[in-house]
């Protein structure tokens, strides 16, 4: 299975409800951590939703894995959707790589205000 074939499946699988499926490959599976941002930028709610709860589940004991994630969802910061840049600042202000410091600092200047409330948020949980 390509990449995009594997990012295709897992927004299917996540937009179906199978959160503890997609938990269970996550902490199986270490390659898959750079699909999180495929996940996120979904227009489908429920797979935004369960993108974040997935990070949420792993932060406590693959943080180090999730650092893959970082990239991609720095991209995000910079879609259209202004829902979507926000997601992307919340998970990123969940896995505190201060990595992404710099990109959720550009993000306080962001035209919505709920994308620059949660770029603050995010700083402040990774001590910014």
Do not use: W
């Amino acid at each position: 299975m390509d990449d995009e074939e594997m990012k295709e499946t897992l927004v299917d699988y996540m937009g179906r409800g199978f959160l503890d499926n997609i938990i269970a490959l996550f902490r199986q599976d270490a390659t898959v951590y750079r699909f999180i941002a495929g996940m996120l930028g979904s227009d489908n709610i429920r797979v935004r939703l369960g993108a974040t709860a997935l990070v949420e589940e792993l932060i406590k004991e693959h943080g180090q894995e999730l650092q893959a994630s970082v990239p991609g969802l720095i991209g995000l910061l910079q879609h259209e959707n202004p829902t979507i840049r926000g997601d992307a600042a919340l998970v990123l202000g969940i896995i505190k790589d201060k990595a992404a410091e710099r990109a959720l600092q550009e993000c306080l200047k962001d035209e919505n205000p709920g994308v620059r409330e949660a770029a603050r948020d995010a700083l402040s949980e990774m001590g910014s």
